[in-house]
């Protein structure tokens, strides 16, 4: 699902109250912020993928899944209000398949964290039985099982868009801007996604929420290790946080509203560009800046590849060197 369509609208609306150099400098503001975490997502599942223990392990594999849903829905999110701040119009097509990307990478996350919740659970609950149950070729099959769950209701939404009417089937130019509120006609579209989206992180909370209960009593047993199952609990605490702010985005809309009724347009949209780098682009960096920050095995690894670019230079040379150190160190 795509929450940012709703206002490009309306941000394009009010960029016409300015001149160009309020749409340079607007945009900048949005593009900046997500070319740096863009940059900083490609740079995390690049180091996802360079060294065996990280291709190997079933927490990492799952990360890199998680990391590269967000990163595709940050682009084409960008994608799409770049578009509707230069004002071009697409095809019904080219934009129905833009937004379902948005809507099968969006919902790929929260089942994703769910999957690595329970994993973590299983880690600290049952430690004996771990390396048996949470195995690659398992991991990869709950891998399959997100993506075709996703994609499902992808496929439900273009057959109901397909049965949408169109109020000239034979021109396939919108006459308005890209967006989920352009292709979706029908009121029975808005109620299934809607229902579908409640759904979804309702059940995803209460199983994240579960696990991390389990975790709780499983810390206060003298069998379980004390400093893992502590781990555990935060890990699944930010689980629970970026689930929320997952969801957090399907309230992007709903603040639109009296945003848009503020008398002062250019107040209007920049408050609108603020909510859309807050709630839309933020939410999916935070993956990639948690892990590998926390992740005490990728974050000499994340670090190294981040600062290669500079390493020639005279003032970051000492950086790459402490890196390099740290990876042998960590093989």
């Not at 009010?14 to 997502?41: A, E, H, K, R």
Request: hydrophobic letters at 50%; one cysteine or more.
């Amino acid at each position: 699902m795509l929450y940012a369509n709703q206002s490009q609208t309306n941000i394009t609306v009010g960029l016409q109250y300015q001149g160009l150099l309020g749409i340079v400098m607007f945009s900048t503001l949005t593009s900046v912020p997500c070319c740096v975490f863009l940059f900083i997502n490609g740079t995390m599942l690049f180091t996802l993928r360079s060294k065996a223990v990280f291709r190997e392990t079933s927490r990492y594999i799952l990360l890199y899944n998680l990391l590269f849903a967000d990163t595709v829905l940050m682009a084409q999110s960008q994608l799409m209000y770049v578009l509707a701040a230069s004002r071009l119009r697409l095809t019904y097509p080219v934009c129905g398949a833009l937004v379902m990307l948005g809507h099968l990478t969006n919902e790929v996350s929260p089942l994703t964290l769910v999957v690595m919740s329970l994993e973590r659970y299983v880690a600290v609950c049952y430690p004996l039985r771990h390396a048996t149950i949470i195995t690659k070729r398992n991991t990869g099959m709950a891998i399959c099982v997100i993506w075709t769950i996703s994609s499902l209701n992808v496929l439900t939404q273009v057959l109901l868009m397909l049965n949408s009417h169109v109020e000239d089937p034979d021109n396939l130019q919108m006459k308005d801007f890209c967006g989920k509120e352009s292709i979706l006609f029908d009121q029975i579209s808005d109620l299934y996604e809607k229902a579908y989206t409640y759904f979804l992180f309702i059940s995803a909370g209460i199983v994240v929420s579960c696990s991390y209960v389990g975790v709780m009593i499983a810390a206060r047993s003298a069998s379980t290790d004390r400093d893992s199952a502590v781990k555990a609990c935060k890990t699944l605490l930010l689980h629970l946080v970026q689930l929320g702010l997952s969801l957090s985005s399907t309230l992007h809309n709903l603040l639109l509203i009296p945003i848009s009724k503020i008398p002062d347009r250019i107040l209007s949209v920049r408050i609108q560009i603020f909510l859309y780098v807050l709630v839309i682009i933020l939410p999916r960096c935070l993956s990639a800046l948690i892990y590998g920050i926390r992740d005490q095995t990728i974050r000499p690894v994340l670090v190294y590849h981040l600062c290669c670019q500079w390493k020639r230079s005279p003032l970051l040379s000492v950086v790459p060197v402490k890196a390099k150190i740290s990876i042998f160190i960590a093989s």
